[in-house]
């Protein structure tokens, strides 16, 4: 299941990428830089589906549904979530 950590990372992965600050995507998306910075940061609470739709498409991005994958995880995909969780430590 995708966390919202990952999809803030992703968000603003898509933002440097396209050369938005984050109030230029907040002004783009209809909400505010506020809500942009804590996406981004993985502490935002509840956005609501409109929200991120928005952001989304102000990036050019989509959500997509898939059947979910009810298997337990590999030992590689517990150790990517691991790597990716201590890429989004700011705290280093």
Known sequence: MLKLHSIGAQIA????????????????????????????????????FSKVANILSALGLELKLQEANLQRPTLDELLEEDRDDKGLDRRR
């Open 13 to 48: 992965s898509r933002r440097k990428a396209l050369g938005f600050s984050q109030s230029a995507l907040a002004d783009k998306a209809g909400v505010s830089r506020a809500t942009i910075e804590a996406l981004e940061n993985g502490r935002s609470g509840e956005l609501g």
